[in-house]
Structures are given as structure tokens and as C-alpha cells.
């Protein structure tokens, strides 16, 4: 019995000593969509309430205008903006007070379209962070690399100049997706993998004419789809898999939208592929292989029309914003409708799941808590965070919540379920408000 509580208090004082381990550290939100690039929060529980009994503004920065969702670090949180319709502007912010801790910029700013200047001008990529380093897409197709300590330039790649491609009309739209030692874009007419710490070019692929008609409103993920591990990159007007290694197009399927607006991130669910596009419709791929020939089948189609809201699947049910303003949820696999909710939601909402509950900020500076039920539709709770709009998506992590307004950042926390009660106007702390 004596050697036994040696032994257990011994065990004690040696997991005392030990160091933080990886499940101890800050939750964090590295690149569009998340750590898994999913729309899936995986850290601590979400309470069902909104209200500022649960959910508090801790701090604000006012910034310049940008549609890059905020990246969130262990300690420090990082957004773009576009000063004086000329320059493009990084910043980190301490994630406990919104401190800033380093700016860099550079002269980049772009005019697009005129059918697409209701929504500015400015950035529209999210940055990615890795391993110390930020990757950050500016509008004149050139990918940054900066030190996440303290801002220094690591490497640049001006594609435009070095690949000698046009500018893309609407600007570097596409969010770096990073695997390995690698990142990879939709920029300079194509698709390219990088040597992630020197910016080198390793292959490029799904070469196009570029300009108006080549800039990619998507983003690629990876996906296991036939048993074969590879990327899937959303172009104007079609949707590809392509292999890691070597950069061969293993498959491609056209995808028909008005005026090429196929804007969503693909969704992947077993070996069905779900996407849905502006003028187009919810379609339904499944993708199969034999003796490593690809087929890709048609399966289902909805006449339901996405927009730019990337849908998140709990269970296999897709949880889509659409055109029209509803919500719906579909399953992916068969593409049978389960429910519609009536108009009220914003013209685009950026969705963040967590087991049964989903999040969704739409650009007016509303945040609806809903149950993913389903059956139906299920409102739990819904507030305004702001008056202005908010185009970049939600960023939640831990007990944190930041969001990107379209002129500033924000940061708000909510209590632990069972810390929720002890709540009060006099133990929260009051917002600070920077710059």
C-alpha cells in the first residue's frame, strides 16, 4: 500500500512538471473556414444564448474597409484592410486586448468591375497562418509572405509579373490553402503548389485565359474522394480534382453558373461533391474510380441557387444559405430537400458549426444561433453585433468569437454552460475600444 501512494504521488509531481501539451494551448483559427477548413469550431462548447449576459464585446479596432476573414493565433490575431484606396495593409493584434503588435503594407490596391463595385474594392482573400509564418493575397495577384512575430517580409510572388498572366479583373479572391511543405493557390491564370518557406514554384496547373474570366471567386480543399487523397479547385466554370505529387488533373466536371459565379468553397461528404451556384443550381457529384480512371456522375440536382455562402454539413446534411435569403437544409448525399426556412437572412451569412449548433453572421451585422435540426428549421437566439456590414467570415474559437466588420475587428468572449450564471454587468470586463 506504502509503495503504491509513492508511486501515485511520484506520478502526481511528474505531470505537474511536465510541460503544456498541444491539448492545453489556445484554440486556434489558422485559414478560411478553420483548422480544418470545414466550418467546424472543435474546441469548448457554445452556450444557447447571445445576449450580453452571454456573450461579450471585450474590444474593438477600427480599421480600413476588407472581406478577409481574421486569423487567430495562439496569442495574436491578424486581418488586412485597404488604405486610401492605394495601399494593403496586415496587421497583428494581441488576442487578449487587441493591442497592435506589428503593421506591414505595400502599394496594391485595384479597381474591379462595375457590376461588382457595390462590393468594393478592396481585399477579398483570407489570409493563412503556418508554422510561423502568414500568407497573405493581395489583389494584384501576389502572394506575401510574412513573419507572424513581427511582420518582416519573408518572400513574394508576383504572379502577373512572373508568369507573365494578365491581372485578374476582380482582384486575388482565392484563400491560401497550405498541406505540408506546401501552399497552394488559384492565382497567375492557373493553379499553383509553392515551396511554402521560399515561394517557389513546384507545379501549376488548370491553366486559363485569366483577367475578367479567369479570376477564381473559390477557394480548393483536400478531400479524400475514390480512396485517393487530392484537391478539389472550383474555377469560373468548372470543378476539378487534382493530385497532390504532380499536379495532374484526375478528373474535371463543368459547372454551369451566370456569369461564371461559381463562388462557394466545394463541400466533399464520403465521395459526394456538393455545390450550388448564382443563376445555376444545388448539384449533387459522385465521384468514383476504377484501375485509376475517374468517373464523375451527376446524382441529384436541387433548383435551390447558392450565392457565396459555403454551406457546413453536420451528419450528412448540408446547412445552405441561398440566393433568395433562406436557409436550407438538403442531405448530400441524395440531395432530398428536408426543410426551407422563410426569407430573412442577409445576402451572405458565414457559417461555423459545432456538434449540433450552427452560428451564422450575415453582412448586416447579424448573428443567428440555430440548432441543426433536421426536421425544421430552429432558431435559438439571435443579435445584432453592429450597425455595418460584415462580409468576412466568422472566426470562433475557445470561448472567442471575432468578427471582421467591414471597417473594423472585433472580439467577443461568452462563459464557460457552467460559468454562464455567475455572469454580471460587474465581473465582465468593459470593452476597449482602439485606434
Same mark, same amino acid.
Given at each position: 500500500?506504502?509503495?503504491?501512494?509513492?508511486?501515485?504521488?511520484?506520478?502526481?509531481?511528474?505531470? $505537474?512538471?511536465?510541460?503544456?501539451?498541444?491539448?492545453?494551448?489556445?484554440?486556434?483559427?489558422? $485559414? !478560411?473556414?478553420?483548422?480544418?477548413?470545414?466550418?467546424?469550431?472543435?474546441?469548448?462548447?457554445?452556450?444557447?444564448?447571445?445576449?450580453?449576459?452571454?456573450?461579450?464585446?471585450? !474590444?474593438?479596432?477600427?480599421? &480600413?474597409?476588407?472581406?478577409? &476573414?481574421?486569423?487567430?493565433?495562439?496569442?495574436?490575431?491578424?486581418?488586412?484592410?485597404?488604405?486610401?484606396?492605394?495601399?494593403?495593409?496586415?496587421?497583428?493584434?494581441?488576442?487578449?486586448?487587441?493591442?497592435?503588435? !506589428?503593421?506591414?503594407?505595400?502599394?496594391?490596391?485595384?479597381?474591379?468591375?462595375?457590376?461588382?463595385?457595390?462590393?468594393?474594392?478592396?481585399?477579398?482573400?483570407?489570409?493563412?497562418?503556418?508554422?510561423?509564418?502568414?500568407?497573405?493575397?493581395?489583389?494584384?495577384?501576389?502572394?506575401?509572405?510574412?513573419?507572424?512575430?513581427?511582420?518582416?517580409?519573408?518572400?513574394?510572388?508576383?504572379?502577373?509579373?512572373?508568369?507573365?498572366?494578365?491581372?485578374?479583373?476582380?482582384?486575388?479572391?482565392?484563400?491560401?490553402?497550405?498541406?505540408?511543405?506546401?501552399?497552394?493557390?488559384?492565382?497567375g491564370a492557373s493553379f499553383v503548389r509553392l515551396k511554402k518557406n521560399t515561394g517557389e514554384v513546384i507545379w501549376r496547373t488548370l491553366a486559363?485565359?485569366?483577367?475578367?474570366?479567369?479570376?477564381?471567386?473559390?477557394?480548393?480543399?483536400?478531400?479524400?474522394?475514390?480512396?485517393?487523397?487530392?484537391?478539389?479547385? $472550383?474555377?469560373?466554370?468548372?470543378?476539378? &480534382?487534382?493530385?497532390?505529387?504532380? &499536379?495532374?488533373?484526375?478528373?474535371? $466536371?463543368?459547372?454551369?453558373?451566370?456569369?461564371?459565379?461559381?463562388?462557394?468553397?466545394?463541400?466533399?461528404?464520403?465521395?459526394?461533391?456538393?455545390?450550388?451556384?448564382?443563376?445555376?443550381?444545388?448539384?449533387?457529384?459522385?465521384?468514383?474510380?476504377?484501375?485509376?480512371?475517374?468517373?464523375?456522375?451527376?446524382?441529384?440536382?436541387?433548383?435551390?441557387?447558392?450565392?457565396?455562402?459555403?454551406?457546413?454539413?453536420?451528419?450528412?446534411?448540408?446547412?445552405?444559405?441561398?440566393?433568395?435569403?433562406?436557409?436550407?437544409?438538403?442531405?448530400?448525399?441524395t440531395g432530398r430537400e428536408l426543410w426551407t426556412a422563410s426569407a430573412g437572412f442577409g445576402k451572405y451569412t458565414s457559417l461555423v458549426a459545432?456538434?449540433?449548433?450552427?452560428?451564422?453572421?450575415?453582412?448586416?451585422?447579424?448573428?443567428?444561433?440555430?440548432?441543426?435540426?433536421?426536421?425544421?428549421?430552429?432558431?435559438?437566439?439571435?443579435?445584432?453585433?453592429?450597425?455595418?456590414?460584415? !462580409?468576412?467570415?466568422?472566426?470562433?474559437?475557445?470561448?472567442?468569437?471575432?468578427?471582421?466588420?467591414?471597417?473594423?475587428?472585433?472580439?467577443?468572449?461568452?462563459?464557460?454552460?457552467?460559468?454562464?450564471?455567475?455572469?454580471?454587468?460587474?465581473?465582465?470586463?468593459?470593452?476597449?475600444?482602439?485606434?
Amino acid at each position: 500500500m506504502k509503495s503504491f501512494q509513492l508511486s501515485l504521488a511520484t506520478l502526481v509531481t511528474a505531470i $505537474q512538471l511536465m510541460p503544456m501539451d498541444a491539448a492545453s494551448e489556445p484554440a486556434t483559427w489558422p $485559414q !478560411w473556414r478553420g483548422p480544418n477548413r470545414d466550418g467546424q469550431d472543435i474546441s469548448s462548447a457554445w452556450p444557447e444564448k447571445l445576449d450580453t449576459n452571454y456573450l461579450r464585446e471585450v !474590444w474593438r479596432v477600427e480599421l &480600413g474597409p476588407s472581406y478577409s &476573414g481574421p486569423i487567430v493565433g495562439a496569442d495574436r490575431v491578424f486581418t488586412t484592410e485597404t488604405k486610401d484606396k492605394k495601399f494593403e495593409v496586415v496587421s497583428a493584434f494581441d488576442r487578449s486586448t487587441g493591442k497592435e503588435l !506589428w503593421r506591414a503594407q505595400w502599394e496594391g490596391a485595384i479597381s474591379v468591375p462595375f457590376f461588382a463595385k457595390s462590393n468594393g474594392d478592396w481585399l477579398r482573400s483570407t489570409p493563412a497562418l503556418d508554422s510561423g509564418l502568414l500568407y497573405v493575397a493581395g489583389m494584384r495577384d501576389v502572394l506575401v509572405c510574412l513573419s507572424a512575430r513581427d511582420g518582416k517580409e519573408v518572400w513574394r510572388k508576383d504572379f502577373v509579373k512572373e508568369l507573365k498572366t494578365p491581372l485578374p479583373d476582380f482582384g486575388f479572391v482565392c484563400s491560401p490553402l497550405i498541406d505540408g511543405d506546401s501552399v497552394y493557390v488559384q492565382a497567375g491564370a492557373s493553379f499553383v503548389r509553392l515551396k511554402k518557406n521560399t515561394g517557389e514554384v513546384i507545379w501549376r496547373t488548370l491553366a486559363d485565359k485569366g483577367g475578367m474570366w479567369g479570376s477564381a471567386f473559390s477557394s480548393p480543399i483536400i478531400a479524400t474522394l475514390a480512396g485517393h487523397r487530392q484537391i478539389l479547385v $472550383q474555377t469560373r466554370d468548372q470543378l476539378s &480534382g487534382v493530385n497532390i505529387p504532380d &499536379g495532374k488533373v484526375l478528373w474535371s $466536371q463543368p459547372v454551369e453558373a451566370f456569369r461564371g459565379m461559381n463562388i462557394l468553397t466545394p463541400v466533399a461528404h464520403n465521395d459526394t461533391l456538393f455545390t450550388s451556384t448564382y443563376g445555376g443550381k444545388t448539384i449533387g457529384y459522385k465521384v468514383t474510380q476504377a484501375g485509376g480512371t475517374y468517373k464523375v456522375t451527376e446524382s441529384w440536382t436541387h433548383k435551390a441557387q447558392g450565392y457565396m455562402s459555403t454551406p457546413v454539413v453536420i451528419n450528412g446534411v448540408a446547412y445552405e444559405h441561398l440566393k433568395s435569403q433562406r436557409m436550407m437544409a438538403i442531405e448530400v448525399e441524395t440531395g432530398r430537400e428536408l426543410w426551407t426556412a422563410s426569407a430573412g437572412f442577409g445576402k451572405y451569412t458565414s457559417l461555423v458549426a459545432q456538434g449540433d449548433r450552427i452560428l451564422a453572421l450575415d453582412q448586416r451585422g447579424l448573428l443567428y444561433l440555430l440548432r441543426a435540426n433536421p426536421e425544421r428549421f430552429e432558431l435559438l437566439d439571435k443579435r445584432r453585433l453592429n450597425e455595418s456590414e460584415s !462580409w468576412a467570415h466568422l472566426a470562433v474559437t475557445g470561448n472567442e468569437l471575432f468578427v471582421r466588420e467591414l471597417n473594423a475587428l472585433a472580439a467577443y468572449r461568452w462563459a464557460a454552460p457552467e460559468k454562464q450564471a455567475t455572469l454580471s454587468e460587474d465581473n465582465v470586463p468593459a470593452i476597449a475600444v482602439l485606434r
